[in-house]
């Protein structure tokens, strides 16, 4: 297995870096949406739904007015409830056009895509259920077991088949299979842009998604999600931001909408510039489009000043995402933590934990305090450093090195990551004028760090008042985090760091495997383990 990935990884590397180079665009035009899938309540077939929530998506590509070169749909915004057997579909070989193709095996939604994609000459990337077809060998030993994967598909402007990506980190999603062989996945657009994929959960880790940034040097990434949004340092639009300012990529997000399991976050995103845009919808949900010139990173190394300025009203947007369903990392409780004192302006404290693998995290805080109302509700923030193996959601187990200011509601590092019910009520007495963080991480290309804020409207701080930096030292890489614009709407501010040498195994609780909704069973558990957690510290 792990050889067969091997060769993989190392063919697609040869012919890519040996490739001819053409003529790239400087900028291209791309669109991505969020979108909130519809609960279809007519009793209709699987295949009718799957049609209606297609002419829904082709409807807002024909309502942009622009010559795109790609357009990014998110992940699970065409299936919800469905059964798989009934909307999955056979996917066309590279460069076979399915417009007009009269073979059954082929879903009419996937014909749909294919024909919009020549019809308005762009590329269309959307996310489907795939079934796997049986090969000769798979039929001469029997091909009783149908399997299923999670496939983001792209058509190219005149309708062919552009590129394939089969989910290599799968969320749960029992009833899907992961690939034998890991697809290292890029494909060309019209204007020769060069677009690497990974789906959702992929972006936690090293593969496939660092084989693209570091190992092919791809510049622009496409970035289907149904993500949902954890605190401390989890949260949508806070990951897309900090994976695109570390690998210094363009990265084309879009999101699945559903505010009750904590499903949103949709932008474009311009390396270590920050984003050009971006959505992150609460309420009852809704679906947005974005559609912004990008500049092409691998003809423009050198940007400035290319993101615009993020001018919203932090708590208008905080009041709006009250009821907007969060997770909690079950392991702040296994963080050492530092009460942060609220009446000396100055701060100097050093952090650590961890055993064998320890990491200190050194804090350099200066603060206002305003006058404080007692009657009112307001954050305390503890100094925390973890370096240890977290689970996530029971799901799978990650290596984790992080140092930051964490939100919490009392003393108590149990409410820590946690938010106020009722934004109205929150007083702000605290003012961060200035934070750094400063942490040494060892050496090695099985990890990656990466700068990571939160403001309480569930939004990144933009790089434009942030410093990032990294200073090369004989055993150990120093990385330094520092806020340089007076801050009072914080919810976190550290620095991420990920260990995939201590990753573990996916978990496949038997009960579960079983289930006909699985994705949706995932959810649930998380839900239900993070509100017990609450309760009765229950870890999943």
Known sequence: MKLEIFFYVFTTIFLYTFSQKVNLSKTYKAAVVEYHTEDIDEIISDDEKILIRTKNHIDLLQSIDEDLEIILFPEKSLYSHENLANISSKIPKKMENICNSSDIQFKEYLKLFSCAASKYNTSIAINVIEKKQCSPEDMINSCFEQVYYNTVVVFDNKGYLAGRYRKWNLFGEYQLTKPNIMDLTVITTKNNIKFGIFNCFDIMFDMPALN??????????????????????????????????????????????????????????????????????????????????????????DIINSTVNQVYDTDTLAEGLDDFFLLRDLSMDDHTAILMPEHERLIEETVCNGDKDRICCHFNISISTLSIIQRKHRYKYHMVAFNGVRSFSGLRNAGIESCGIVACLNESLSSCALRFPNYSEIYWPIVFDFISIEANFSIGGKRIQYPSSLLTSLRPISPKYTTWETEKLPKYLRRKYTLNQAENRLLTFGIFGRDFNRDGDLIIPNAICKSTVASYATILITIICNILFNYIKFYC
Request: overall charge negative; charged content about 10%.
């Open 212 to 301: 693209l940034t570091r190992d092919l040097d791809i510049k622009n990434i496409l970035f289907p999600n149904n993500w949902i949004s954890e605190l401390p340092y989890l949260t949508a639009l806070q990951v897309q931001q900090m994976w695109a300012q570390e690998n210094n990529v363009v990265l084309l997000s879009s999101g699945q909408n559903n505010p009750k399991t904590g499903a949103s976050g949709t932008g474009i995103y311009i390396g270590n510039q920050g984003p050009l845009d971006f959505v992150f919808i609460g309420g009852a949900g809704g679906s947005s489009v974005i559609v912004k010139t990008v500049p092409n990173l691998l003809e423009n190394k």
